[in-house]
């Protein structure tokens, strides 16, 4: 079968670069054409190029190539694959329509159904950190999502999920890498890993793979214990034109910032809110991101080891690890960063799964 999964995009949101490597190892094709940063949002092919060599603008030849090779490939848009949205995707980014939910449905599923999916779940981000941070309004996405897709013969489930704080404890895109190299090696943070687990786990039980879902979690969880997603996603590195067992050596691999310190807590309390779309935009400042199409990207900068809501800090506690090019952009990116924190009591946290449609 040929799956797929999509994110309407959040902070921290890395669950596509382990989850389609785990795909792979259970056996299913998942041809993933995925999109730049977009808004406050990062993008899946900026995490991805990240990693030195790596190139995802490729042909369909070559594309198709790699996923029956490796099972998987990350790549744009391109000439022949949704060529519309290759030029929608960027004046949206930069002519205030990055929110319109007609645009959004347009984009994503061009790409999707452009694949040939014999299955698709979407992942639909409400809170602060997404481009719909109320839950009418992610509803209203994922049921626009879900009917259209399914009208076009592809069956679809979407999940809508919390992004009212980072989903990994990074953001930027090759500490977000880092996120998932940990993961991929046994050490990742539990919370994005079991949103991955879940996504994936509504694959293969859409796509006949699976008949419960508990029993595919575990099938995709195995992938990742015995190492088969980290040569899936290293085959995928590889092929791509990145290094040859970028997973045995990507700490000294990953571009690193010229400026590293951490963002302190200013008082005592709770992490009680944390506003994400002024986390990214303050990612996109330090040049993790672009403010104009065609900008040139900083992938070492950005911030990793970020506390999750709840968190009881004292006084001088870091809140954050803060990377930058240098001082003066350090200095401006860690006011941003604590005016989006809020330190105070903490009320009962989201579940990170909110709502399922389809």
């Not at 890993?193 to 995709?220: I, P």
Request: a negative charge.
């Amino acid at each position: 079968p040929v799956v797929d999964k999509h994110s309407t995009g959040g902070i921290g949101d890395c669950v596509s670069l382990l989850l389609a490597p785990a795909l792979a190892a259970v056996g299913v094709a998942n041809p993933m054409i995925s999109g730049r940063g977009l808004g406050h949002t990062g993008g899946t092919l900026d995490k991805l190029e990240a990693i030195p060599g790596v190139s995802t603008e490729i042909g369909e030849a070559r594309f198709r190539r790699i996923v029956e090779e490796t099972g998987t490939a990350i790549v744009a848009a391109s000439n022949r694959i949704a060529p519309a949205d290759r030029r929608l995707y960027a004046v949206r980014d930069v002519s205030g329509t990055v929110e319109s939910i007609d645009l959004i449905v347009a984009s994503i599923l061009s790409k999707k159904l452009a694949a040939g999916l014999g299955a698709l779940v979407l992942d639909v981000k409400c809170g602060s950190g997404a481009f719909m941070p109320g839950m009418e309004e992610a509803r209203a996405l994922a049921n626009s999502l879900v009917e259209t897709a399914n009208g076009a013969g592809c069956p679809t489930v979407a999940l809508i999920t919390d992004m009212n704080q980072p989903l990994a404890p990074a953001a930027g895109n090759a500490l977000e890498v880092a996120e998932v190299m940990r993961a991929l090696t046994g050490a990742g943070s539990a919370r994005w890993v079991d949103l991955a687990l879940a996504l994936g786990s509504e694959l293969l039980v859409l796509a006949d793979v699976e008949e419960e879902s508990d029993a595919a979690r575990e099938r995709l969880s195995e992938t990742i214990r015995s190492g088969d997603a980290a040569a899936r996603f290293d085959a995928m590195v590889a092929a791509l034109g990145g290094p040859t067992d970028f997973s045995a050596g990507w700490r000294s691999c990953l571009p690193a910032a010229e400026v590293v310190r951490e963002v302190a807590a200013p008082v005592a309390g709770q992490v009680s809110a944390i506003d994400g779309h002024a986390i990214g935009m303050a990612v996109v400042r330090l040049g993790g991101g672009r403010v104009r199409d065609g900008d040139c990207i900083d992938p070492s900068v950005g911030f990793s080891d970020i506390l999750p809501l709840g968190t009881e800090v004292a006084m001088g506690d870091p809140l954050a690890r803060l990377h930058a090019a240098d001082d003066a952009a350090a200095d401006a990116a860690e006011t941003a960063f604590l005016a989006a924190v809020r330190i105070g009591v903490a009320g009962e946290a989201n579940p990170l799964v909110m709502g399922r449609v389809g």
